[in-house]
């Protein structure tokens, strides 16, 4: 070979070698570089089995899923660190996965700031004011509707219902149970919500830390509900969603399953009717007859141990007859007792609010109601309980309630001293 063809060879390997080496470098630079956008967190895009995208005042952000791990993107045209703050707070609708199975990637969120309050319901997407950010609990209820309302939209078209399962669902499937109220203070379904003693308004519904943001425009309205569906019942929706979250908890393994297979198969609530009658005796046999017809559907194979569980969850949130009393009257030992109890039902019509509990010969009766109360004393508080008597009983034959104020009174004629008051 000649020398001049020699150093030509030599050349051209050595620049095949350098182009080898180039070539290596720069693979091993793109493989950590795809590495590192693989193992990096998106903070770009919303991470959500159910959320297709998210539009923050007018900015779109896609799912995770529709966008590549290599795009430039976030190099380019990086998010706002204020609108990563709101996407990561809209990342709560995980714990629905295994239990909706049907449209995935299905809904839309929009993110609004001119209108602080707006909460919307539509085809497919969720339209929400920035107040719902400041409240992680009503934040994650707006998009369990949105995603109710999505996966089945001929079911869940009553506003009721949805709101109702909406909160079965935080109590049963996510363990939240924390309102926050007006007033900063917060608030839990479980340890304070019992069976109201009158038919209580839209107002204060209004007015309760249960309410849902979905009404807060409505509520600033005066309580102008005119536009709102069986407006006289809301005030106990937040009952009827622990009710059936309490009696959900006391069954067995495999009726909750059943009771999930129901909520998962898209099948909707029962239409709730209007309250005609807001006699507390009516009161209670409305809201023992509703919660009975949406046990049916969750639960529709009726036994020993779900009736026992309906009669604890009922004695738990004092319906059947509650157990905290402003006054007791124990009238057993006095002939006079009709009288005095007729004083007592008159009374009560002007002191609706009042809750007095009455012990007469023929057994116990609630005012204003007039509902017979079959409880052993031992279950009942009072704020005040008199005592009122012709000849004194026996300490075991008298009736005995735990009171933080007692009174006794011995008269066998009419009574003519206000003790109660």
């Known amino acids: 070979m000649y020398p001049i063809e020699l150093v030509r ?14 070539l290596t470098i720069a693979s091993f630079i793109t493989l950590c570089w795809v590495a590192n956008r693989a193992l990096q967190a998106r903070v770009s895009c919303v991470n959500s089995s159910f959320i297709s995208f998210v539009q923050i005042n007018g900015e779109r952000v896609s ?8 795009s430039p993107r976030d190099l380019l045209s990086p998010l706002a660190k204020q609108n990563q703050e709101i996407i990561r707070s809209l990342e709560v609708l995980e714990p629905l996965a295994q239990l909706l199975q049907g449209k995935r990637q299905g809904l839309a969120i929009d993110v609004v700031s001119r ?38 939209p001929q079911t869940y078209t009553n506003q009721f219902q949805l709101e109702t399962l909406t909160d079965f669902l935080l109590l049963s499937v996510y363990g ?26 839209f107002e204060q519904y209004c007015q309760s830390p249960f309410r849902s943001l979905s009404h807060r425009s409505v509520c600033k309205l005066d309580g102008d509900s005119s536009d709102i569906e069986q407006v006289n019942v809301w005030g106990f929706r937040p009952l009827l969603a622990v009710s059936l979250w309490r009696v959900f908890s006391k069954l067995s393994l495999g009726e909750k399953v059943h009771a999930m297979s129901v909520v998962r198969s898209g ?44 009669k604890r969850t009922l004695k738990e949130l004092e319906v059947e007859s509650p157990t905290h009393w402003e006054l007791t009257i124990d009238l057993t030992s006095t002939p006079v007792w009709r009288e ?7 009374r009560a ?24 109360v079959a409880w052993a004393t031992d279950d009942i508080s009072s704020q005040k309980h008199v005592l009122i008597a012709c000849d004194w009983p026996a300490p075991e034959e008298a009736v005995h309630v735990r009171a933080r104020h007692m009174f006794a009174q011995q008269s066998c004629a009419k009574l003519t001293r206000p003790f109660w008051d």
């Open 9 to 22: 060879t030599l050349k051209s390997s050595r620049t095949a070698e350098r182009f080898a080496q180039a």
């Open 63 to 70: 799912n995770c899923r529709y966008e590549s791990r290599l």
């Open 115 to 152: 209108e602080p309050d707006l909460f919307e319901l539509g085809k497919g997407y969720v339209r929400l004011g920035q107040n719902w950010l400041k409240n992680p609990l009503q934040l994650r209820r707006a998009l369990i509707m949105g995603v109710l309302r999505n996966e089945f």
């Open 176 to 201: 939240q149970d924390e309102w926050t109220g007006d007033d900063g203070k917060v608030y839990s379904l479980e340890r304070d919500m019992r069976f109201p003693t009158t038919a209580p308004s």
């Open 267 to 310: 099948r909707a609530l029962p239409v709730v009717h209007g309250l005609n009658d807001i006699s507390t005796e009516s009161l209670v046999r409305w809201f023992e007859t509703t919660l009975g017809e949406h046990l049916a559907v969750l639960i529709p194979k009726k036994t020993e141990k779900n009736e026992y569980a309906v």
């Open 340 to 346: 005095i109890l007729e004083q007592m039902r008159e």
């Open 349 to 372: 019509q002007y002191r609706r609010n009042e809750r007095v509990l009455i012990f007469t010969p023929e057994g116990a009766k609630a005012l204003p109601s007039g509902l017979p």
